[in-house]
C-alpha cells in the first residue's frame, strides 16, 4: 500500500450545476472525509469507500474542469472538482485502489446478481456485454452465481478466462455495417411552417451520403463548387429547387429554368457520368439477359422500320428528353445503390469528408474493375450451372454453409447415436459360417509364420492416430456423458441427481482451471485466492457423497 | 443417359427425363422423317430446347451420311447464348460417349456490334455506327487505297482473316458470342467475318429471327444454306408478328427530310465522280444492263442486301432502262419523295392499296411499278459504286427504297394508311406513312419453301390450328403437350376483385379508377409481405405502368413494398432495363428479394426468364389487349377477316391472352421448380377469355380459384408456399412417373410408354 492517505484542495458539488464548496479532501485506505473551508457549510461529507460502486472523472485536455464522480450503492454521487489533473489523478488513482480493496472483502458481497464490481473500471458497453452473455447461457450464468456471487471469485478473474468470448461478441458487433435505408430520398417531405411559401429540408449526413451515392453528378459538382464557389447550404438550396422542379414533372419549366442557371441545370439534366458508369457496367451483365445486345442484333430498331404505330407499342415523347426523369429512373437507380450497399467508413459528420471518400472510393473501384479479368470467367460458369435442369440429374455437392452449432451436445449426441449404431449394423451383415472365419484365422497366422512378427506391432503413426481419436473423446464426454438414454450411466440416475452431477463437474472444473492458474503464488493475493479455491472444491466433495448416499 | 428411339440412338445429356421430353422427341422424330415442316407446343419449364437439341444431332449422328445442317433461330441475343450453353453441355456429353467422331462445329451468330474485337470500331455507340465503322476500315476500296498509301487506317484484325485466307477455319465445338470473340482476339482474326464465313461450314447455326425473316438480312446471310436443314423458331407464339413487321415500313417527315439530304450528298459525289472516275460510273451501267445487279462479281465483305423474299426475276432481268444511269436513278428518287411529302401533309386518316398507290404514283410522278421494285437494289450498286462508307448516315434514303420495292413488288397482303396524328395525342401533329404488311405468311414463305423441316415450337401456341392458317403452311406433325406435374407445383388465380370486394380490372373505363389502383396496389403489398424471393408484375402499357407506379409513389404504397423488398422497373431505355434486370437477379441471388415491374409487350417479357427465386411469383395486372383504334391494327383485324375468316374479337383476345400466358409462363424453370401467377382482372373470369389461355395453365387452374378477392389469394398463396417447402418424391408417385431414368426408358417400348403418358 503506497501512500496510507491523501489530501487535496478541491470544491465538494452535489450535482454537476452546484457551483461547489471549496475545502479539503481527505482519503484514508477505508473511507474519504471531506471539510468546507467554512466550518458553517452544511457539506461535510465522512464515507466509507465500500458503499462506493464506481467513478468516474473528466478526462485532461476536454475543456471541463477535472471533476471526480464517485456513486455510491444508493445510486448517488459525490463530485469534486480539484484545481489541476494531477491531483485528480491522484485521487483517482487511490479511489481506484480503495474500493477494490473494499470489494474484495466479502461484505460487498449482498446476493443480488449485480455484474459490476467495484475493483475494475468497465464501460456500460461491456456490462452489456457480459450481462447479455449470462443471459444467454444459463450453464455461465449458474456457474457464476456460484462463484462469483459465492465470492469464491471476483468478477474479474472469473471474466479473465473468459476473454475470447467477449472478444468475439464484440468483434461481431462492429463488424456489422448499416446499409441504406430503403425508402427512397424523395421521401424526404419537406415541412412547411404553414404560412408562408417557405419549406424546410432536414439533410443528415447520412441523407446526404445518399444522394451523393445515387446521384454521382450532384457529388461531383459539390467536389467542384463547395466551397470555392458557393457555401454548402447554397449548394442545397439549388439541389431542392431542382428537386421540385423534377417533382412538377414540367419539363418545359426545367428546361426554361436550367437554361438560365448552369448550376441548377447540372442537377436538372440526365447525369452523364451515370450513363457512363451504366455503359461500363453493361459490359459485365450476364449474358443471359443483355437485351442491350438484341438492340444490335435486332433489325427492327432501325428508324423507320416495322410498325409504327400498331397498338402494340407506346408512344415516346422525345421532347425535352434531357429534362426528363422519370420516377421509374429513380427508383432504379435507388434499388441499385441499396443493393451494392453501404462502402465509406467515415463517420458521418462533414458533408466534405463524405464527399471525398466517397470519390475516392469510386476511384479505388474503377481501378478494381479494369485489372478485373477474371470475372467474365465466373459469368460463364454462373450461365452453364443456370442452365442445367435441375431435378433430371442427381445434385451435385450442392453449396451447403457450414452448420453452426449453438448447442454442442445436440450435435454430438447425434453424431454418437449414429456411430453407435454403424458397428451394429455391420455385425448383422457378415454372418460367417465358423468353417469361414476358421480358415481365415489360419490364413493370417500362415502369413505371420512366414513373414515374422511386425517391430513393432503396432506402427507409431496408427497408434498416434488411434490415441487422439481416442482423447478426443474424452474431451467431449462431458458432452456424450448425461445425454444419451442408451450408453450413458448418469442415465440410471433421477434426473436431478443428475443436473446436480453436471452441475458440480462444471463448477470443479472451473475451480481447477483457477486453481492452477494461481501458481505459482507470488503474492498474499494469490495465496487468498488459493485457499479461497481450496475451501470451494472441499465444500464440494461432501455434497457429492451426499448425493451418492440419496442414489443408493 | 443414352437410349433409342427407333432407329436412332439419343444422347442426352442427364440421367433422366420428363416423359414429355420423350414424346416430344419421338413426334420430332417423326417430322424429321418425313422430311416435313411441324408445330410443337410444350409448356415451358419442360426443357424443349435440350430436347430439341438433343434428339436433331443425335439424328444427324446416327445418319452420318446425311448432310443435315441445324438451323436454330431464337428472338434475341440472350437466348441464343442460353441455347448455345445447352448446346455446349450436350456437345462435351455426346463428345465424351462417342468420342472424337461427335465433334461438331456450332457457332452463334450476330451482329458487327456483338462480334467485332476491333476497339476503335467498337467505341461507336449504336449498331449502324459499328457497320460503317466496320465498312470505313474494310471496304475493298479502302483497302485497295491503303495498300497504295499506308497512311489509310485499316483493321488489323480483317487483314490477318483475309491474309490466312482459307487456312482461317474454326476448329470443331460450340462457340458463343463470347467465345468467338475470345477466339477472334486470340488468333487476331476478325471474329465477325470469321463466323459468317464458318456458317456455311457448320453443323449446328444459332442466330436470330431476322437473319431467315427479314429479306434485307437473309439475303447475305442465308442465301447459300442448303435444303437439308432443319430449322427451328424457338419461341415462336409471335412469329406472326416478326414476320409482318420484317415486311413494313414507315415513313415520316424526318424520313423524307434526311433523304433528300443524301440524295443531295450522293448527287455532289456523282458530279465528282463524272469529273475524276468516270469509267466507274459507266462500268456500272454495263454492269446493271446484263441483269448481274450486286451478285458475284462482289466480295464477301461488300456484300449488301438480297431479297430471297423478293421474286427472282430480279435477280435474273435487267435494271430497267430508265434508272440504269445514276443522275437519272437520282431524278427518279427525288421525285418520289417530292411525291410522298405531298401524301403526308395530308388533314384525314388515308388507306390505300399497294395497287391504287402505284397507280396514283404512276399518275402523279411518272414512276412505274416496275422501276418501283428495283430501286432497292438499284440503290445499293449505287451506293457501292460511289464507294460510299458511312453507311449510318444513309438510312433514310435506304428506308424510301425500301419502300418502294415493297409497294412495287406485292399487290395483296399490304396496305398504305396515312395518319396526320397520332389519336392518342391529337395535338401533336406528327404525319406517317405506313406500308404495313398484314399478311404473315409472305415473310416466311420462302423458309417453308426452302428448307426440308421447319419446327415451330413454344410454350404457347394454343389454338394450335391457328398458326397453319396465319402462316399458310402444312405441317406434317402439329401437336399440344400437356405437362406431368410431380406435385401441383404452379398455382394460377384469378383475381377479380381487391379486398374491399370492388372489382378490379385494366379496362378502358376503370383502369384509372382510385379504387381499382389501390386495390392493385395493396395486392402486390400483400404479396410482397408473404412470398419470398423474387415477385415479377406485367402492366399492359408502359404508359399505364408509369401512371400507376406514381400513383402508388403518391399514396405511399410504394414505399410500403419497398420496405419488404426492392423495387425495379423496366423503361423504354434498354441499357438501363438491362442494368435493372441484372440488380434484379442479384437482389435475388443475396436473398434480399425484390419486385421487378414489367410490360406485357415490352423487351423483358420477349424472353427473360423468372425461373426459380428470380419469380416465385408473377402478377399480370389487367389483360395486355393491344390498342384497338390503331388503324394499322384495324387494317390487320379486316385482312384477316377476309381472308382467313377470323373474328376480330377472338383475333384480340387470343392475342392478348397469349401475351398474358408468355409473360406468366417464364416462372417454370423444371418440375422442381415452382411459382404463382395471378391474372388480376375481372374478365378473366369469364370462360371466352380464360379459355384462350394455353391447356398447361388451364389444367391446374382450379374453379376455387376463378373468383378470388385479394385476401383469400393471400391466403392461398400462403398455403401454397407452405407445401412447395415440403420434400417430394422428384419421380412421382402412383401410376403416373413424371421422370424417367435410363431403366424405365428401356423397360417400356413405345406402346407402354403412351399408355403411362395419356
Known sequence: MASAQVIKRAKYKTTVKDPGTAGVLKMAWDRFIFTPNHPNSASNLDVEFRFIKGHKNTKEGSNKPPWLNLTNDQGGSYIFEFESYPDLHTCRDFVGKSIGRSGETPTAASGKTDASLPDEQISTAELELRIKLLRENSELQKLHKQLVIGGILTEAEFWATRKKLLDRESSRKSKQRVGFKSAMISDIKPATDGRTNKVTFSLTPEVILQIFAEKPAVHAAFLKYVPNKMTEKDFWTKYFKAEYLHSTRNAVAAAAEAAEDEELAIFLRNDDILAKEARQKIRRVDPTVNMEADQGDDYMHLPDHGLFRDGGKDIIESQYELYRRTLAHDLNRHAAVVLEGRTVEVELEDTRTVAEALAKLKRVESANEDSDGTANQGILERIARITEIEDLQASHGPPLAPLCIKDPRDYFDSQQVIAVKAPAAEGKKCNLSSREAYGSLRDSISQTKQMGLLNPVVKTKDALQVFNALSHDISRTKYDVGKNPQDSVLDKLPSTTKEQLLHHWTSIQELLRHFWSSYPITSSYLYAKVNRLKDAMSQIYPQLEVCSLLIS | ?758
Open chain 2, 1 to 758: 443417359m443414352k437410349f433409342e428411339i427407333e432407329d436412332v440412338t439419343v444422347y442426352f445429356p442427364y440421367d433422366n427425363i420428363y416423359p414429355e421430353q420423350y414424346s416430344y422427341m419421338v413426334e420430332l422424330k417423326r417430322a424429321l422423317d418425313a422430311r416435313g415442316h411441324c408445330l410443337l407446343e410444350m409448356p415451358t419449364g419442360t426443357g424443349k430446347t435440350i430436347a430439341l437439341l438433343s434428339l436433331i444431332t443425335s439424328y444427324v449422328l446416327s445418319k452420318p451420311q446425311s448432310p443435315l445442317k441445324l438451323v436454330y433461330c431464337t428472338r434475341t441475343v440472350h437466348e441464343m447464348e442460353k441455347t448455345l450453353a445447352e448446346l455446349k453441355k450436350l456437345h462435351d456429353y455426346q463428345v465424351k460417349h462417342l468420342g472424337p467422331a461427335a465433334r461438331i462445329l456450332a457457332v452463334g451468330l450476330s451482329s458487327r456490334k456483338n462480334l467485332c474485337v476491333n476497339p476503335r470500331v467498337l467505341s461507336a455507340e449504336n449498331r449502324d455506327s459499328v457497320d460503317a465503322g466496320c465498312r470505313k476500315l474494310t471496304a475493298s476500296w479502302v483497302r485497295a487505297l491503303a495498300e497504295k498509301n499506308p497512311g489509310v487506317p485499316t483493321c488489323e484484325f480483317f487483314e490477318d482473316y483475309e491474309r490466312a485466307g482459307s487456312g482461317a477455319v474454326l476448329p470443331p465445338g460450340v462457340y458463343t458470342l463470347q467465345d468467338l470473340r475470345a477466339f477472334g482476339k486470340q488468333k487476331g482474326w476478325c471474329p465477325y467475318y470469321l463466323a459468317r464465313h464458318m456458317v456455311q461450314l457448320a453443323n449446328v447455326i444459332v442466330y436470330s429471327y431476322q437473319y431467315l425473316l427479314d429479306p434485307k438480312v437473309a439475303g447475305i446471310i442465308s442465301k447459300e444454306m442448303q435444303r437439308e436443314c432443319v430449322v427451328v423458331f424457338d419461341e415462336a407464339h409471335n412469329i406472326d408478328n416478326v414476320c409482318i413487321e420484317a415486311l413494313s415500313v414507315c415513313v415520316r417527315r424526318q424520313t423524307l427530310e434526311g433523304a433528300t439530304r443524301n440524295l443531295h450528298r450522293m448527287e455532289q459525289e456523282i458530279d465528282r465522280f463524272k469529273a475524276t472516275d468516270e469509267s466507274r460510273l459507266r462500268a456500272e451501267y454495263q454492269r446493271l444492263v446484263e441483269g448481274l445487279a450486286l451478285r458475284g462479281d462482289l466480295r464477301v465483305n461488300d456484300t449488301w442486301l438480297a431479297n430471297p423474299a423478293l421474286p427472282d426475276d430480279i435477280l435474273k432481268e435487267a435494271v430497267p432502262g430508265n434508272i440504269r444511269r445514276a443522275d437519272f436513278f437520282l431524278r427518279v428518287l427525288r421525285r418520289f419523295v417530292q411525291y410522298l411529302k405531298g401524301r403526308l401533309e395530308t388533314e384525314n386518316v388515308e388507306k390505300e392499296s399497294p395497287v391504287a398507290f402505284v397507280a396514283s404514283v404512276t399518275n402523279q410522278a411518272g414512276i412505274d411499278q416496275k422501276t418501283l421494285k428495283f430501286c432497292y437494289d438499284r440503290l445499293h450498286s449505287l451506293m457501292m459504286t460511289l464507294e460510299i462508307t458511312d453507311t449510318d448516315e444513309f438510312l433514310h434514303i435506304q428506308t424510301i427504297c425500301d419502300f418502294a420495292t415493297l409497294v412495287g413488288t406485292y399487290a395483296r397482303g399490304f396496305s398504305i394508311i396515312i395518319e396526320p396524328f397520332d389519336e392518342r395525342m391529337p395535338d401533336v401533329q406528327d404525319p406517317v406513312l405506313q406500308l404495313s404488311c398484314h399478311d404473315a405468311s409472305l415473310a416466311i414463305k420462302p423458309v417453308f419453301d426452302r428448307f426440308q423441316t421447319v419446327v415451330i415450337t413454344s410454350g404457347t401456341l394454343s389454338p394450335i390450328d391457328l398458326y397453319p392458317r396465319l402462316l399458310n403452311f402444312n405441317p406434317v406433325v402439329s401437336r399440344s403437350f400437356t405437362m406431368s406435374l410431380t406435385r401441383d407445383c404452379i398455382c394460377p388465380m384469378v383475381l377479380t376483385r381487391g379486398s374491399d370486394q370492388l372489382p378490379v380490372s385494366t379496362k378502358f373505363d376503370m383502369r384509372s379508377d382510385l379504387s381499382v389502383v389501390r386495390n392493385y396496389g395493396r395486392l402486390l403489398l400483400e404479396m410482397v409481405s408473404v412470398v419470398p424471393d423474387g415477385i415479377v408484375c406485367f402492366f399492359v402499357s408502359y404508359s399505364y405502368m408509369d401512371e400507376i407506379v406514381n400513383s402508388w409513389n403518391e399514396s405511399g404504397i410504394l414505399k410500403e413494398i419497398m420496405q419488404h423488398k426492392l423495387v425495379f422497373i423496366e423503361t423504354q431505355d434498354v441499357v438501363e432495363t438491362t442494368l435493372a434486370l441484372d440488380n434484379y437477379r442479384r437482389a435475388c441471388d443475396c436473398g434480399r428479394g425484390a419486385v421487378f415491374f414489367s410490360v406485357a409487350r415490352g423487351k423483358v417479357a420477349e424472353g427473360i426468364d423468372f425461373d426459380r427465386h428470380y419469380g416465385r411469383l408473377v402478377i399480370m395486372f389487367g389483360i395486355p389487349f393491344q390498342y384497338t383504334l390503331s388503324k394499322i391494327l384495324l387494317a390487320r383485324l379486316e385482312y384477316l377477316r377476309d381472308t382467313f375468316q377470323i373474328k376480330e374479337g377472338d383475333f384480340l383476345t387470343f392475342d392478348a391472352l397469349r401475351q398474358a400466358a408468355q409473360c406468366v409462363g417464364r416462372v417454370i424453370r423444371s418440375k422442381a421448380d415452382y411459382g404463382m401467377m395471378i391474372f388480376a382482372d375481372k374478365r378473366y373470369s369469364r370462360h371466352d377469355k380464360r379459355s384462350k389461355l394455353p391447356g398447361w395453365i388451364l389444367s391446374h387452374l382450379r374453379d376455387a380459384h376463378l373468383n378470388l378477392s385479394t385476401d383469400m389469394a393471400v391466403y392461398i398463396a400462403r398455403e401454397f408456399l407452405r407445401k412447395m417447402a415440403q420434400p417430394y418424391d422428384k419421380a412421382g408417385s402412383g401410376g403416373k412417373k413424371t421422370l424417367l431414368s435410363q431403366e424405365d426408358i428401356e423397360k417400356m417400348g413405345d406402346g407402354s410408354l403412351n399408355d403411362m403418358l395419356y
